[in-house]
């Protein structure tokens, strides 16, 4: 049985955007972005090479630490915050109902 989550957007307006995400898909974030027309980029795939989908993670959910390649990312973004991530890193799983992120500027 297909189990959805539900996401909070903030865009880069201002607009709150609330998302539904299925757990059984092996999505991550950015695709769920990207699939609900948010615009976020996700230039290299989705493979932590490019920081085109930053964003920041509002909520206080329990996230796997950033890779090396992540934080390589990162650390070449602008903007960048303690609670910076890559969307295209986090896997959508049922732990993370309820999350909230913003969408960094670009």
Avoid: W
Avoid at 48 to 74: F, T
């Amino acid at each position: 049985m297909s189990e959805n989550i539900h996401i909070k957007v903030k865009d880069r307006e201002g607009n709150l955007h609330e998302l539904e995400a299925p757990t059984d898909m092996n999505l991550n974030l950015m695709e769920v972005l990207k699939a609900h027309e948010l615009p976020v980029e996700g230039t290299c795939g989705g493979m932590a090479l490019c920081a085109s989908c930053h964003c920041y993670v509002i909520s206080d959910h329990d996230l796997n630490d950033p890779s090396d390649d992540e934080e390589d990312m990162l650390d070449q973004a602008f903007f960048v915050e303690d609670n910076s991530r890559l969307s295209c890193q986090i896997k959508i799983k049922e732990s993370l109902d309820g999350l909230d992120v913003e969408l960094a500027p670009v």
